[in-house]
């Protein structure tokens, strides 16, 4: 099964910018869509980005399109999230995984999930 570790968080103040990585171990991610996920306190887990294996098409949730691009270098089996203009209900933990399209809703593959990587936004 595929490790996956996250980083690449912070503290930023709201209008600020992030680079989160997600390297992947242990097999290749190149055949898989990947996405990425946050949770914040109190919350469920929820969608925020994905891209399929190909890079030919990204997805976002209506609360991040515009501010983020989720990208891929299959060569170096990692997922990128670039974050911007940050606002204070972006705080939360990001995780990635594989994902497959259910519906109309992006799964998550794996059931065990990285540690994550914390993202807090002052205002």
């Known amino acids: 099964q595929v490790q996956l570790v996250e980083s690449g968080g912070g503290s930023e103040q709201a209008g600020g910018s992030l680079r989160l990585s997600c390297a992947a171990s242990g097999r290749t991610i190149t055949n898989y869509a990947m996405g990425w996920f946050r949770q914040a306190p109190g919350k469920e887990r929820e969608f925020v980005a994905a891209?399929?294996?190909?890079?030919?098409?990204?997805y976002y949730s209506n609360s991040v399109k515009g501010r983020f691009t989720i990208s891929r270098d299959n060569a170096k089996n990692t997922v990128y999230l670039q974050m911007n203009s940050l606002k204070p209900e972006d705080t939360a933990v990001y995780y990635c995984?594989?994902?497959?399209?259910?519906?109309?809703?992006?799964?998550?593959?794996?059931?065990?999930w990285g540690q994550g990587t914390q993202v807090t936004v002052s205002s």
């Open positions: 995984n594989a994902i497959d399209r259910v519906g109309s809703s992006w799964k998550p593959l794996y059931d065990s």
């Open positions: 891209v399929t294996w190909s890079v030919i098409r990204t």
